[in-house]
């Protein structure tokens, strides 16, 4: 059985290596270091060799990848400080906070939202490398392209949607149809007011720096296509619309300013990723 039927996605497993590689590669300072994730798939010896981890594309996807994680990681933080107990993590493939974080994870009730057969190897790896699954840990099957309602199943899993809660969804919408985006951010609009939902999205090609799809498929070397792109300020529009009381563009000029402002190496991101963030 291929690994990617009995185990983590292909975009997942890129994902985890590249977190690694920021800490083992690049000049510092780390935004995050995470090797646990690279522990969790166990690459053959030369996995720094695969196309998809060389080159000046995989370099700036890799940084975009580290600044959209510690950017939520910050949001988390800075919700819990204002007594926000609820995280959910949206198609959350080999996210490793409750795993690095402890401290502040254990504060929280976090729900990582996934495909059942890639969630369950994932918790059968964290048992096998010794990590305790906490009871606040909780992960929730749902499978968003096929109808399952997450939000259905998140409270079957403990979560209290009258609660404020940080909502992550990152890396995935380019993969989603964009009724099934407009559906999840309808459904995060619904949640308690407070609520905070931080989501990357791929800007379509004629506003994005030139080449820049074109390098980002080719370090990706996958056979899943991207199949949403948006302008900014149609992703706003589309918040906005899906009921939002308050929605903001975070570019992906601003994220590197905020997160390498003293960079002079070619680490800054890929511009063809940007984030929203909508509050309730």
């Known amino acids: 059985m291929s690994k990617q039927a009995s185990g983590p996605d292909s975009t997942a497993v890129r994902v985890a290596l590249w977190r690694a590689q920021h800490a083992q590669i690049d000049p510092a300072p780390h935004l995050l270091e995470d090797e646990i994730g690279l522990k969790l798939v166990a690459p053959a010896n030369g ?4 196309p998809d ?3 000046q594309a995989a370099t700036r996807y890799r940084a975009g990848v580290v600044i959209r994680a510690r950017f939520v990681e910050d949001l988390v933080a800075e919700q819990s400080d204002r007594d926000v107990v609820q995280y959910v993590i949206l198609g959350a493939g080999l996210d490793t906070f409750a795993q690095r974080k402890p401290e502040l994870a254990s504060r929280l009730q976090i729900f990582e ?26 992960f929730v099957p749902v499978d968003f392209e096929i109808g399952d309602s997450w939000l259905d199943q998140l409270v079957a899993a403990g979560f ?3 609660r404020p809660t940080v909502i992550a969804s990152t890396g995935v ?30 800007l379509s090609p004629e506003t994005a720096e030139p080449s820049e799809h ?24 589309l918040a906005r619309e899906a009921g939002f009381r308050e929605v903001q563009h975070l570019s992906g000029i601003t994220l590197t300013k905020r997160y390498f402002p003293h960079r002079m190496d070619s680490l800054p991101p890929s511009s063809a990723e940007e984030m929203l963030v909508a509050t309730t």
């Open 53 to 55: 981890m060389k080159g």
């Open 113 to 138: 939202v996934d495909r059942s057969i890639p969630q369950a190897w994932k918790k059968q790896r964290l048992v096998e490398l010794g990590y305790h699954i906490p009871t606040w840990l909780h």
């Open 214 to 237: 074109g390098k980002a498929s080719k370090s990706r070397s996958s056979r899943k296509p991207f199949i949403s792109f948006f302008t900014s300020q149609e992703m706003l529009n």
């Open 173 to 202: 919408s380019m993969y989603l149809t964009k009724e099934a985006i407009l559906s999840t951010l309808q459904q995060v609009a619904t949640l308690a007011p407070g609520s905070t939902f931080a989501m990357t999205f791929l």
């Open 47 to 50: 996995w720094r060799n695969r």
């Open 160 to 162: 209290n949607p009258a």
